[in-house]
């Protein structure tokens, strides 16, 4: 009899350690880092994870057995784990959640090793007469095969995973792998976003530009850890340099992730991918179906794919030979989860990529100004396409002064006449129009004509949207809605004023001004239907629409080559709002809208209206010039003090109790500063407590805190010094007290 064996199992839940079982002899062979087990904690049985061996003598107390294996073989691979650990750590995240985040979810489904038996078994049951361990064991299989679980129920007899291995030498019995699940699942065929079928398409020849950016990085490939940052402007043909990049690497046997940004469908990039590399790509999105997820891991895991591609998740991918990770749009904000383990896939694309010894290659026309600030400081290796394929010019975009337009009345409030003629010559020249707005409802300022109060959400801080096809007014942060026949619940006044404009107002004033034109409305209250997104981009690509109205979900990774005309109603939406970082959205958004016109043969028009026509955000739109804007910003960023010059930390407190929120969000804020004074004077600075920005939400009431640091592992000190000395004011019953690492969205 071997000495038992002890294993290190994370366990999904928010606990912070890890834990060790023992595993009976009949798993012993089997058991290896990555395979799930079933496992009894506390007085709950759940699914873990196999970290790894263990020595017993790290742990003192009762050491429990495990109940189960799930897994045959490891469900992801051993060298994942150094990955997960410095995920756990950096996030301050449980790394069994975290591990639970990385697989696909609802993962339900498990491969099975059944065992059956041969005629040779068969034989071996009549020739002998003792009733030995073997004789059980084939017994027990005449009637049906089992697993190695079964057969331990079946024969009565402790069924050591060894001796099955040594019987099926010895020809008695045979094993084979089987998917187990909760329901069956079919493939899909491959199909591109507007349910097409991909046609496989070869290599485009490189521009001089393209080839020039392709051998710099083939010159780094396989040579160790690189990041690059790969700056083209929109049209300039990023994706196919990825693609040349990704052929040079799965040539070599590596494997690639190819990370896009979250949007409804599947983008631009994967239908181009998918045509290119075939069955040898596997996409991992959150839109697949739990069996379809599974079944594109395994693809991964049992080496059928070389290439992963996905929004934010992709990045878990469980390769062990990685050549390259590609982050498409690496400046778009979606790759940072709002949930609670809060992960920027970005920035972990190029963790993943150095522990695996591999490139990360991060492509924008906008990048964002904490990766071209690595530039500049020599972290990354910056590269650029300044032009256009096929020499297409950048679109023309004349800037409307919407200050000067304060006497116009009514329509000519915001489709000003400049634009007005621009969509009517559009519309001579049989062109698609794109008005962007990124509002939509109908009006988002409704106030009492009498006593002039807003009508405001009940379960919010914010005002509520008229959404006038509905007739209701809705509540954009919780979904809240009341008939929009409700009277003001201040004074009870029946007269409502509607100020303000959305998606559905302008779309209500373009069917008036232009009767003849087929227009489309693309935002969240247009796509509620399941598959109504596709009917929508299926009318734009075949030219059953004249004027496309939309918010940003239009803006991103769609290549409309008609579409020679876009008006930005109002750029200034997201320019006043109190965070550090709307310049850059803003400047971001509008270059990436504008940059949706001209993507064909014909030049491109962009009419830009605006309050601010002077402001350094909205003049480097115009040129698609995000150095310019860079050179602005940073001034300001390094002025205060905000990343990248600095680090930070939010602690967020939440309670529908609104004396619990303030006095759990004073007493953490105390901890800070206590600690702060005690440990880093000099490189920690603390903002807060202080109410949210939207200080209510869904009848939660919202504190938060800001801890700066200078420098990046004092500040991870602090934090992790902070939130386990202090579990105790962290864990007050009735409040959420959590922490962003990284935060983005700090109102
Ligand atoms: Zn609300
Ligand atoms: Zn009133």
Same mark, same amino acid.
């Given at each position: 009899?071997?000495?038992?064996?002890?294993?290190?199992v994370a $366990?999904?839940?928010?606990?912070?350690?890890?834990y060790i079982?023992?595993?009976?002899?009949?798993?012993?062979?089997?058991?290896?880092?990555g395979?799930?087990?079933?496992?009894?904690?506390g007085?709950?049985?759940?699914?873990?994870?196999?970290?790894?061996?263990?020595?017993?003598?790290?742990f003192?107390?009762?050491?429990?057995?495990?109940?189960?294996?799930?897994d045959?073989?490891p469900?992801?691979?051993?060298?994942?784990?150094p990955?997960f650990?410095?995920?756990?750590d950096?996030?301050?995240?449980p790394?069994?959640?975290?591990i639970?985040?990385a697989?696909?979810?609802?993962i339900?489904?498990?491969?099975?090793t059944?065992?059956?038996?041969?005629?040779?078994?068969k034989?071996?049951?009549?020739?002998?007469?003792?009733?030995?361990?073997?004789?059980?064991?084939l017994?027990?299989?005449i009637k049906?095969?089992?697993?190695?679980?079964?057969l331990q129920a079946?024969?009565g007899?402790?069924?050591?995973a060894?001796l099955?291995?040594?019987?099926e030498?010895q020809?008695f019995l045979?094993?084979?792998?089987?998917?187990k699940g909760?329901?069956?699942?079919?493939?899909?065929?491959?199909?591109?976003?507007?349910?097409?079928?991909?046609?496989r398409?070869?290599?485009?020849?490189?521009?001089?530009e393209q080839?020039?950016?392709?051998?710099?990085?083939?010159?780094?490939?396989?040579?160790?850890? &690189?990041t690059?940052?790969?700056?083209?402007?929109?049209?300039?043909? !990023?994706?196919?340099?990825?693609?040349?990049?990704a052929a040079?690497?799965?040539?070599?046997?590596l494997?690639?992730?190819?990370?896009?940004p979250?949007?409804?469908l599947m983008?631009?990039?994967?239908?181009?991918?998918?045509?290119?590399?075939?069955?040898?790509v596997?996409?991992l999105?959150?839109s697949?179906?739990?069996?379809?997820?599974?079944?594109e891991?395994?693809?991964?895991?049992?080496? &059928?794919?070389k290439?992963?591609?996905?929004?934010?998740?992709?990045?878990?991918?469980?390769?062990?030979?990685?050549?390259?990770?590609?982050?498409?749009e690496?400046h778009?904000?979606s790759y940072?989860?709002?949930?609670?383990?809060?992960?920027?896939?970005k920035?972990?694309?190029?963790? =993943?990529?150095?522990?695996?010894?591999?490139?990360?290659l991060?492509?924008s026309?906008?990048?964002?100004v904490a990766?071209?600030?690595?530039?500049?400081?020599?972290?990354?290796t910056?590269l650029?396409?300044?032009?256009r394929?096929?020499?297409?010019?950048?679109?023309?975009?004349e800037?409307?002064d919407?200050? !000067?337009k304060?006497?116009?009345?009514?329509?000519?409030k915001?489709?000003?006449p400049e634009?007005?003629?621009?969509?009517?010559?559009n519309?001579?020249?049989?062109k698609?129009?794109?008005?962007?707005?990124n =509002?939509r409802?109908?009006?988002?300022?409704s106030?009492?004509?009498?006593?002039?109060?807003p009508?405001?959400?009940k379960?919010?801080?914010?005002?509520?949207t008229?959404?006038q096809?509905?007739?209701?007014?809705?509540?954009?942060?919780?979904?809240?809605?009341?008939?929009?026949n409700a009277?003001?619940n201040?004074?009870?006044? =029946?007269?409502?004023k509607?100020l303000?404009?959305?998606?559905?107002?302008?779309?209500?004033?373009i069917?008036?001004?232009?009767?003849?034109?087929?227009?489309?409305?693309i935002?969240k209250d247009?796509?509620?239907k399941?598959g109504?997104?596709?009917?929508l981009? !299926?009318?734009?690509?075949?030219?059953?629409?004249d004027?496309i109205?939309g918010t940003?979900?239009i803006?991103?990774?769609?290549?409309?080559?008609?579409?020679?005309?876009?008006?930005?109603?109002?750029?200034?939406?997201?320019?006043?709002?109190?965070?550090?970082?709307?310049?850059?959205?803003?400047?971001?958004l509008?270059?990436? $809208?504008?940059?949706?016109?001209?993507?064909?043969?014909?030049?491109?028009?962009?009419?830009?209206?605006?309050?601010?026509p002077?402001?350094?955000?909205?003049?480097?739109?115009?040129?698609?010039?995000?150095?310019?804007?860079?050179?602005?910003d940073?001034?300001?960023?390094?002025?205060?003090n905000?990343?990248?010059?600095?680090?930070?930390?939010q602690?967020k407190?939440?309670?529908?109790?609104k004396?619990?929120?303030?006095k759990?969000?004073?007493s953490?804020g105390?901890?800070?500063?206590n600690?702060m004074?005690?440990?880093?004077?000099?490189s920690?600075?603390?903002?807060?407590?202080?109410?949210?920005?939207?200080?209510?939400?869904?009848?939660?009431?919202r504190?938060?805190?800001?801890?700066?640091?200078?420098?990046?592992?004092?500040?991870?000190?602090?934090?992790?010094?902070?939130?386990?000395?202090?579990?105790?004011?962290?864990? $007050?019953?009735g409040?959420?007290?959590?922490?962003?690492?990284?935060?983005?969205?700090?109102?």
């Open positions: 009899m071997n000495s038992p064996l002890y294993i290190e $366990v999904p839940f928010p606990v912070y350690n890890t079982y023992k595993v009976s002899e009949q798993y012993a062979d089997l058991i290896a880092p395979v799930r087990v079933f496992v009894p904690f007085s709950k049985r759940t699914t873990g994870y196999v970290l790894g061996f263990a020595n017993k003598k790290e003192k107390g009762k050491i429990l057995s495990i109940l189960d294996m799930l045959a073989k469900i992801f691979p051993k060298s994942m784990l990955f650990r410095w995920a756990s950096y996030y301050i995240y790394i069994g959640e975290v639970k985040t697989l696909p979810k609802k339900d489904f498990y491969e099975q059944f065992f059956s038996i041969t005629d040779a078994g034989k071996f049951i009549k020739n002998n007469k003792n009733l030995s361990t073997k004789k059980k064991i017994n027990a299989l049906k095969d089992l697993t190695i679980k079964g079946k024969s007899a402790s069924v050591p060894s099955l291995y040594s019987m030498k020809g045979e094993k084979y792998s089987e998917i909760k329901s069956s699942f079919k493939r899909k065929i491959q199909k591109d976003r507007l349910g097409e079928k991909i046609i398409d070869v290599p485009y020849p490189l521009t001089k080839t020039d950016v392709v051998e710099h990085i083939n010159a780094s490939l396989f040579n160790g850890f &690189k690059f940052l790969l700056a083209g402007v929109t049209g300039s043909g !990023k994706t196919e340099v990825y693609m040349n990049i040079r690497v799965i040539e070599k046997g494997s690639v992730i190819l990370l896009v979250e949007i409804s983008s631009q990039v994967e239908r181009r991918f998918k045509a290119r590399f075939g069955e040898t596997a996409v999105h959150s697949l179906a739990a069996g379809e997820k599974y079944f891991w395994m693809k991964i895991l049992n080496k &059928k794919a290439i992963a591609i996905g929004a934010r998740s992709a990045l878990f991918a469980p390769f062990d030979n990685l050549g390259a990770v590609i982050v498409d690496e778009d904000t940072k989860d709002s949930g609670g383990f809060g992960y920027n896939a920035d972990l694309a190029s963790v =993943r990529a150095k522990l695996a010894n591999a490139i990360a991060l492509g026309a906008t990048p964002s990766s071209y600030y690595n530039v500049i400081s020599s972290k990354y910056g650029y396409l300044k032009e394929v096929k020499k297409r010019a950048l679109p023309n975009v800037i409307i919407m200050r !000067k304060r006497d116009l009345k009514g329509i000519n915001f489709i000003t634009l007005k003629l621009a969509i009517a010559d519309l001579k020249l049989k698609q129009t794109l008005l962007f707005l =509002r409802g109908f009006a988002n300022l106030i009492c004509a009498q006593c002039a109060s009508l405001r959400c379960q919010c801080d914010i005002s509520l008229l959404h096809k509905d007739n209701v007014y809705r509540c954009h942060l919780c979904g809240y809605f009341q008939s929009a009277v003001c201040v004074c009870g006044n =029946r007269s409502i509607k303000g404009f959305g998606t559905e107002k302008i779309e209500a004033v069917s008036k001004l232009f009767p003849n034109a087929k227009t489309i409305r935002d247009a796509t509620k399941k109504s997104l596709v009917t981009l !299926k009318r734009i690509k075949n030219k059953k629409a004027i109205i940003q979900m803006a991103k990774g769609h290549d409309f080559p008609d579409i020679t005309l876009v008006g930005i109603i109002c750029a200034d939406i997201s320019l006043n709002f109190p965070d550090f970082r709307a310049g850059e959205q803003t400047f971001q509008l270059a990436q $809208v504008a940059g949706r016109a001209g993507r064909g043969d014909l030049k491109g028009r962009v009419i830009l209206q605006t309050f601010n002077a402001h350094f955000a909205i003049l480097s739109a115009k040129e698609q010039d995000f150095i310019k804007f860079y050179n602005q940073i001034v300001f960023r390094k002025g205060l905000y990343p990248p010059f600095s680090r930070l930390i602690i407190i939440e309670s529908k109790n004396e619990k929120a303030a759990t969000a004073y953490i105390k901890l800070c500063k600690l004074k005690k440990t880093a004077k000099d920690i600075e603390i903002l807060g407590p202080v109410e949210s920005p939207i200080a209510k939400i869904a009848s939660m009431f504190w938060q805190i800001l801890v700066k640091g200078t420098n990046s592992s004092t500040l991870r000190l602090f934090a992790n010094k902070l939130f386990f000395d202090n579990q105790k004011a962290f864990k $007050v019953s409040v959420k007290a959590t922490i962003d690492v990284d935060p983005i969205f700090m109102m």
